[in-house]
C-alpha cells in the first residue's frame, strides 16, 4: 500500500473467511491501518475495543442500528416518524460505541421510507433526527455522514442522490455532518463519478470504493479507478477511503488491486 491515498477495510465486507474475533489482526497483517465495521452490537464495547487495541488499529466508522433484514427497518429508522423515540435511542448506542472506539464517523442511515408515509414527511423526520444527533455528538469528535444509497439494492431508501443527502445536511444546519460518498452507489444511481465527486467535494467526509455492477473489489467491473483515484488526489482528499466491496474469491487474493490502481 503505497499510495497517496489512506485506505480501510470493512470488515463486514472483508476478511469474512475469518471470525468477526479475527478480522481486525488479519486487516492489520495485510497492511491496513483502519477499519470500519457498521455493526459492532452484538459484541460489548469492551470486547470490540480490546480487539481494536490488540490490532493497533484505529476504528474509523460505525453505522447507526438496524433492523431485520428484508423489513422496512432494515437500513434503521431515521426517517420513520413513527419511530422517533427509537431512533434516538440507537443513535444513543452509536454514540456510545463510537467515543468508546475514538471512532471518527457514525454513518447515519437514512432509511427506506414507510410505504404509508408521504415523502415530505420522511424528509422532515430524518432532517429533525439528524439535527438533534447532530447536538448530541457536538464536542465527542464524532462526525456523522450521510450516504445516498442505490434505489436497485436498497429500493425505497429515502436518500438516492447526493444533492437529497446534502438538502438534509443544509436543513439541519449542523456543522458536525458531512457526505459519505460512496462511488459504487454513485455510479449505480447517478453515474458520472468524477464530476458528483468534485462538485460536492467541499461536503465530502469519507469516501468508500466497490466496482459497479457487481460490487466487487476496483477492477473488476466497468469503473476507471485509476482516474478516479487520480481525480480525489487532484481535489486534496485527505480523507480515508473505505473498501466496503464484495472480494471475487478471497480478501488476500483481491487485495492485487491496491498496488496495481491506486
Known sequence: MHSKLKFSANLKWLFTELPF???YDAAAAAGFK?????WPYSWPLAEVRKLLD???????LINTPVGQPGTVKSSGQACHPDSVAAFRADFA????YASGLACEFIHLQGGIKQPEVADAQAFETLVNNVSWAAEQASGSGVTLVLEAVNHYDLPGSLLTTQARSLQVIEAASA???GLLFDIYHTQR???DVSAKMRQYFPYIKHVQVADSPN???PGTGE?????IFGELIGLGYQGWVGCEYRPVTTTGDGLVWLDQLS
Open 21 to 23: 474475533e479475527q478480522r
Open 34 to 38: 483502519a477499519v470500519e465495521f457498521p
Open 215 to 217: 460490487r466487487n473489489e
Open 93 to 96: 448506542s452509536a454514540l456510545e
Open 223 to 227: 469503473l476507471n479507478w485509476r482516474y
Open 189 to 191: 444511481s447517478e453515474g
Open 175 to 177: 456543522t458536525n455532518v
Open 54 to 60: 490488540n490490532s493497533g488499529l484505529k476504528q474509523l
